[in-house]
């Protein structure tokens, strides 16, 4: 009877220990449609923990379910052409978080990497959220929210494979210089003041875009740009879950999210770029490249 008591004692312990920790997170569920594998890592701000589990895999067409602290404030990226080596040693051509495995373990995305970034519950209770492309851009990314009861909860990202037109100054080549695989920022590239919003230029008044800037926010209007980019690139969302897509097909998301009449302002897409890349592979094929 003891023993019986002691089991039941365990069982309703263990049931309110898994309904506290759903009530008091979010649920963010990763989408991988990029026609490869990829590495999503977790990157926690400061004075937030880390979470248990900072970097795992994700194939092609498969999708991850997280539960997240409503406290949590960081940043979420994927890694791609990954590989071990010899020694057993884990890393990636683009957004490699320098752990040597899988786990991201409190390592941060080597630029350049398109960012998705958070701070839950924040002031007034709102979620804030971006994708940023200030630290360059790797593959296209998308953030809805879901369920959420106050704030403009607006969908946002870049669409766009902006890999294949990146300007030649900023492109990421594959080995043995063949195709690109990332676009680095100006500040990356150059390391220059005006780029960087650093020093004399280290105000909103001082720092403008730069033609590098604008080429990221002309193909995707709601991301994050260069440093001052707020006005147009932060969102908020109360008590939401979120769905993070990597690699979301441009036209297909463009149609789905229209249908949700969020009202913001600014397209989530610049139609006019939306085959940037079937273009670049089509002049790539026709000068025998």
């Known amino acids: 009877m003891d023993r019986l008591l002691v089991s039941v004692s365990i069982l ?19 989408v991988n449609r990029c026609r490869s594998t990829i ?25 991850k379910t997280i539960h997240i602290p409503k406290n949590w404030s960081g940043r979420i990226w994927a890694r791609t052409h990954c590989s071990i080596d010899a020694q057993g040693k884990f890393s990636c051509l683009t957004a490699d978080c320098g ?13 350049p990497a398109t960012l998705a970034e958070f701070t839950l519950n924040g002031a007034d209770g709102l ?14 990314m998308l953030i809805v929210p879901k369920g959420g009861t106050r704030g403009g909860c607006g969908a946002t990202g870049c669409l766009v494979d902006l890999n294949g037109a990146c300007p ?8 043995h210089g063949r ?45 994050y740009s260069y440093a001052y980019d707020d ?13 993070i897509i ?25 139609k006019t770029m939306m085959y940037l890349r079937s273009q670049h592979s089509s002049r790539s094929s026709s000068s025998g490249r």
């Open 127 to 140: 979620d804030f959220y971006d994708v940023s492309l200030v630290d360059g851009y790797n593959l296209p």
């Open 179 to 223: 195709g690109s695989v990332a676009c680095r920022s100006a500040c990356e590239a150059f390391g220059q003041p005006q780029f960087c919003c650093s020093g004399a230029y280290a105000t909103p008044d001082t720092c403008a875009p730069s033609v590098y800037s604008l080429y990221f926010k002309h193909a995707c209007p709601r991301s």
């Open 246 to 270: 990597f690699c979301p097909l441009p036209y297909t998301s463009q149609k789905v999210l229209g249908a949700r009449k969020d009202g913001i302002g600014l397209p989530l897409v610049n």
């Open 12 to 30: 309703i312990l263990l049931n309110l220990f898994f309904f506290s920790e759903e009530v008091d997170s979010a649920s963010f569920k990763l």
């Open 99 to 111: 752990s040597g495995k899988i786990e991201c373990a409190g390592g941060g995305a080597k630029p």
């Open 168 to 175: 030649a100054e900023l492109k990421v080549a594959r080995e």
């Open 231 to 243: 006005k147009t690139s932060t969102y908020t969302c109360a008590s939401a879950d979120y769905l």
């Open 39 to 63: 590495w999503p890592g977790f990157l926690s701000g400061a004075q937030t923990a880390q979470l248990p589990n900072s970097g795992f895999v994700l194939y092609s067409g498969k999708s």
